[in-house]
């Protein structure tokens, strides 16, 4: 459940019927507070609502910011298929229902803007404020990378990128843009095919997009590039879920970046020099 409070673990624990349980009163809440809440599953988002709480009732003096680095439910942004749950609706209601004790509620790379964002003080941290802040930059001009948005929903955080650091800045060269697409079943979540037009053979390449969750997306686009006679493939995401682990990656890409990921530290022994983290800290 990790949830930081200005950037110290908020120690949880569950009592034996289940509940979610801890106690804040060693954190100062009477100067500014930074709330970040890594929300990967229902305990870490029913913390966020515990901790909520637990701040009126210790009656803190000074404004609290909240910072959602990843936003779960967002990729269910319509009803896909009749009886579904359009979840993000549901999880912004959840958010904000909480949100006016905060005095700033931060996403960053949030997956969809189909949803109501409006509350009473929201910032977002685009795909392009990242990349533009890190290594990346660097990394694109020296090995001629080409930006790939690897289907359709990803075109426009894509060419933001793109035009981050081409068309917004005078120091780096970027080779060129790219879109793929893909064509996914609603019902099963599987990818029946992959499509990309344009100059392939010869050229590097790196994927950028949002989330890598099994990486399936990444692999099959992965497969065309490599048919079509591309050299290196890079893979940047921000949320870098990886259930199925980086080895499905690592037959095709060269290198992953991504901002933050799910993968515990532990569980990253031996992957320190394929998989480069950005974010810093918690």
Known sequence: MPIYINDELLETFKFPGG??????????????????????????????????????????????ELV?????????????????????????????????????????????DRGDYRFLHERFITQADIIKDSILPEIIEERNLTLIAPDKGAVEKTFNVYKSLVINSKTYSVTGFLT???????????????????DIDGKNFIIIDDICDGGSTFTELAKVLKEKGAKELYLYV????????????????????????FIPDWALLGDEDYLTILKKGP
Not at 32 to 60: E, F, P
Not at 180 to 198: C, F, H, L, Q
Request: charged share 20%; net charge positive.
């Open 180 to 198: 793929a697409n893909k064509v996914r079943d609603p019902a099963t979540g599987r990818i029946n095919s992959t499509e990309i037009e344009g």
């Open 238 to 261: 921000t949320h870098g879920i990886f259930s199925k682990g980086l080895a499905p990656l690592k037959e095709f890409f060269k290198h992953v970046y991504c901002y933050h990921t």
């Open 19 to 64: 509940e979610c349980h801890f106690n804040i009163s060693k954190f100062d809440l009477n100067k500014r507070t930074v709330v970040t809440a890594y929300l990967y599953n229902s305990d870490d988002i029913m913390c966020l609502l515990l901790l909520k709480n637990a701040i009126i009732y210790a009656g803190a003096q000074y404004p609290v």
């Open 68 to 112: 959602i680095p990843y936003l779960p439910y967002a990729r269910q942004d319509r009803v896909c298929n009749k009886g579904e749950p359009f979840s993000l609706e549901v999880i912004l209601e959840i958010i904000r229902s909480i949100s006016k004790i905060f005095m700033v509620v931060t996403f960053i790379d949030i997956h969809s």
